[in-house]
């Protein structure tokens, strides 16, 4: 296998704890790690290939290995970033896929470009951006998408994704509803030149008037979220993790009507639709999980919506609190938690 593929690595019966960050241990049958499109394109286009499973690998961030992998774990090392147009109202500024989400946040802030300052420091790569819409502080990926290339994994077809084509949604897009089916090679952002901060969100907001700084520039803003981050989320390096284990739940306004008269201090954010945004930590903490563990997985202590791996965890003691969690939180507020991380 290895001879049809100049630029990329081929290993077999692959160690993937290294590869997410809640470590997890868990063998691959194979790991191709991929450096150019055209690697994409040409594994693509092997004859065979479309009945092998497969999984992308970005940072693994958001990944829960529930067992060995029999498939093929595809690791996208795509390197490179570039300004490729500017007009008068914006820069729109490219990423190869594999590029860390942090360092290509702080070079875009460093050449002057503002726009992502409020996805600081979110643990992951450029790639894998797209794929859940990251968001933080007020800010969705979405919002500063310009389009992207990726290359279709039967047939090796090479595409241009608008924004348009890609669903996005709340941690969700056309790419998270069809795992594996395009892999993404590389990412380009529009970066407004008529920037204002986005401080709607309270701790930015706060932290900021800590800082005493009234008139942030992109690079204060930068700041602000990085310290916030610090203060709540453990460091994937020093303590595995795989950030929000859920996503927020929506529930429609008669659900929220019925908690809120309930529980006075529900966290509550209205939506377009009609729906209510609930805060998952909130509802988790106030079941009693904060700060407890179940085996060697434990409910963060400074923020509820964090699973951590105290040591040694497998992906069924992940499952096994999860679910935990889960029947906590419909027993007590009768509402559905659905898990932000992909199981595998
Ligand atoms: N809360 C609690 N207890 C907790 C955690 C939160 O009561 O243990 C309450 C907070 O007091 C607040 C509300 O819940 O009223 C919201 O908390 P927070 O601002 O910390 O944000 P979040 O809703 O818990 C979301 C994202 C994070 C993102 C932050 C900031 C999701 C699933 N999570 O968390 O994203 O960083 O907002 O924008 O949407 C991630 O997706 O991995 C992630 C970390």
Redesign the pocket.
Known sequence: MSESFASTAVLADAELGPFNTFGLAARAARLVVLRTAADVRRLAMTPGWARTSRLVLGGG??LIFTGDFAGTVLKVEIAGRRLVAEDDVAWVVEAGAGENWHDFVRWTLAQGWPGLE?LSL??GTVGAAPI?N??????EMAERFESLDAVELEGGEARVFRAADCAFG??DSVFKRHPARWLVTAVRFRLPKRWAPVTR???VARELEAQGIAQPTAQDVSDAVIA??RR??PDPAEIGN???????PVVDAATHARLAAAHPML?AYPQADGGV?L????????AGW?GRDLGPVGC?E?????LVNRGGATGADVRRIAQAIQADVRARFGVELEP?PVFV
């Open positions: 961030s958001n409020n979110i643990p859940q990251i968001g933080a502080y007020g800010l709340y941690r969100y309270a701790d916030i981050r709540k989320l795989a950030g929000s284990f859920f996503k927020n966290p945004k805060a998952a930590g909130w509802l988790i903490e106030q904060k963060f400074r923020q509820a919506l964090v932000e």
